[in-house]
């Protein structure tokens, strides 16, 4: 899912590549063999894409093209503000942390003020709030009374935990996630929903960190977090205890190691090049087809986090598909950069082997132990559902012998949920179709209640009754930016062959595609925020674009800086406006349906 074209050499202040020019004593060459070509000769495809702004791999230092340099801050904006020479350079060190950081504050303090509220167990939280309850205790999920949420909302959360074993067709990690919470603050609102708003937060530094890296950027790195802290929809996913939240955490963090992964591997592979006489590296076949790599620790922490992510939900499969063909790609750019002739075929032999042991069965290893609870629960009809399946049911067979009871319940099991998920097409009110998700055709209401006036916050002065609403929505202005985003990402990609923008293409298809071949099962629009990161470095990345190269021309740089600063404004006061939705706060009903802006929004 990503180019295999080379790292760009050097990025600009925006993060925008600077391709080295061709060295100059193959100029002369090219130019002479252009000048001797046949009249008749039809231009190569490379060339004739190049009206579409296709542009072939950079020169330079093979060093360089393999790690490409951070782009170094401007003081100026520092120096304006009267700070001393010391200080400045004391800013500029630590911007790379102290940028994300500040980002990540913001989106905390937001996420977890008034956390409790609405102080109800609304949409899903009805199950994966009680099963992460029943998990922490129990090790299985259990089936409560249909009165179960008033009691626990009535009593604090003290209730004695059903024995009865529930029939559920999610993985546990997910709710593990959010047993954590519970254990920490108490089985109510805020406890259950601490998790999903830690790992909400913590994926906005995360998302930071891995846009600096992946642009060269500081500012657009943060700029990518930010862009996420106003996203309506991962806010709201970020304060309900749900398990799409927890699966993008898990998918995001998978992304960074392999990026992390990476830039190492191509470390080496430059330390391994030695200069020439004067200085340069240049390509080596033999050392870029022979140079191993090394075990790859951060391979290793990608093919956990693949784990943790499938057992939250099983979508991550397609995630571990689409990651791992895009690092095998990564490698073979890497090698093709330092040299190689036949980069493929030393892939095949160098890197796929240890690449596919530390995702794979490192990924398949973390999703058995995740399911530890029910392994150890009785098989005598008391612990998990479908423990005895295998000493029931099960018994018989030419073969079982080979498997411990656990393993083939558990399968059998697996082969229940995977039944189930297949053929789920019972009607929702707010179910969508994956068509609609990039612009927000059908969001999906979690909570909604009308108080009269001077109950519940609403006014008194209200006239009629308020409404009070926590909507699953993205902030449109981002989301509909990010439709141009995907096009330029992919344009990026296709004919710049910025593996950049290859691999934002790559998560977005990853999280969203494989729902196309599931339109007529019960889906929503929330499982969208798996893929968000990826739209805000695809908007992020525009952004860059818009505001242009420090090259460009004072009137096109203030230009850009200013059509980039309205749209990442107005992306600001769109989350700002529809506030009331996200946080469940009551509203008049005129103020409700001024911010319906589509019908099929009600």
């Known amino acids: 899912m990503t180019s295999t074209a080379s790292s760009t050499d050097s990025t600009d202040s925006t993060g925008h590549r600077q391709q080295a020019p061709a060295p100059q004593d193959q100029a002369p060459q090219a130019q002479a063999s252009q000048d001797h070509a046949p009249q008749d000769q039809r231009p190569s495809w490379r060339q004739r894409l190049r009206r579409f702004g296709y542009a072939a791999e950079p020169g330079g230092d093979v060093r360089e093209r393999l790690v490409p340099p951070f782009a170094e801050p401007s003081p100026r904006l520092w120096e304006a503000l009267g700070m001393p020479p010391t200080a400045v350079e004391r800013v500029l060190r ?44 129990r090790g299985f999920e259990v089936n409560w009374d249909k009165n179960a949420n008033d009691l626990i909302l009535s009593s604090g959360g003290h209730v004695t935990v059903p024995a009865d074993a529930a029939y559920v067709v999610h993985p546990p990690v997910g709710k593990f996630v959010i047993g954590l919470g519970e254990l920490l603050f108490g089985f109510d609102p805020f406890g259950w929903r601490f998790m999903t708003a830690l790992l909400g937060t913590l994926s906005v530094l995360m998302l930071c960190r891995i846009g600096r890296r992946l642009f060269r950027s500081t500012f657009l790195g943060c700029l990518a977090g930010a862009l996420m802290a106003v996203d309506g929809l991962h806010f709201v996913m970020s304060r309900t205890s749900l398990l799409d939240g927890v699966l993008m955490f898990f998918v995001l963090a998978t992304f960074g190691c392999l990026l992390i992964d990476r830039d190492k591997a191509r470390e080496r592979l430059a330390a391994a090049l030695p200069p020439d006489a004067d200085g340069h590296h240049r390509p080596d076949a033999h050392l870029a087809e022979t140079t191993r790599l090394g075990l790859r620790p951060w391979r290793w922490a990608a093919g956990v986090m693949l784990g943790l992510a499938i057992g939250t939900k099983w979508n991550g499969l397609y995630i571990m598909v689409a990651f791992c063909l895009m690092a095998v790609l990564w490698d073979v750019s890497s090698r093709r950069v330092a040299g190689a002739r036949r980069p493929y075929r030393a892939v095949l032999r160098r890197d796929t082997g240890l690449a596919f042991l530390a995702t794979v069965p490192v990924a398949l290893v973390t999703y058995l132990v ?17 423990r005895n399946w295998a000493a029931t049911d099960g018994k018989g067979g030419s073969w079982t012998w080979l498997f411990p009871d656990w393993l083939r319940s558990l399968w059998h099991y697996e082969h229940e949920v995977y039944e189930f998920h297949t053929h789920l097409t019972s009607p929702h009110t707010y179910q969508s179709n994956p068509w609609s998700w990039i612009v927000l055709g059908r969001p999906v209401s979690y909570f909604y209640e009308s108080p009269a006036p001077g109950v519940d916050g609403c006014p008194s002065d209200a006239g009629e009754k308020c409404a009070r609403e926590v909507l699953a929505i993205g902030t449109p202005v981002l989301w509909w930016a990010a439709c141009f985003a995907i096009a330029f990402v992919l344009w990026r990609w296709l004919f710049r062959r910025d593996w950049r923008a290859g691999a934002i293409a790559c998560g977005i298809a990853a999280g969203y595609l494989p729902w196309f071949l599931y339109q007529e099962r019960t889906i929503f629009l929330f499982y969208a925020v798996v893929f968000l990161p990826f739209l805000c470095l695809a908007v992020a990345m525009m952004t860059g674009a818009i505001v242009g190269r420090p090259g460009s021309s004072d009137t096109r740089r203030v230009v850009g800086a200013t059509a980039a600063g309205v749209l990442v404004l107005l992306i600001a006061w769109n989350f700002i406006y529809f506030w009331p939705l996200y946080t469940g706060q009551a509203i008049p009903i005129d103020s409700w349906r001024s911010r319906m802006w589509l019908d099929t929004w009600v």
């Open 370 to 386: 995740s399911w530890t609870g029910w392994i150890l629960s009785p098989d005598d009809g008391s612990g998990g559902y479908y």
């Open 94 to 137: 630590w911007s790379g942390w102290g940028g994300p950081l500040l980002v990540t504050l913001v989106a905390g303090v937001l996420r977890f003020w008034n956390l409790g509220s609405p102080k109800a167990v609304i949409f899903d939280e009805t199950y994966y709030a009680k099963d992460a309850w029943a998990l922490v205790h």
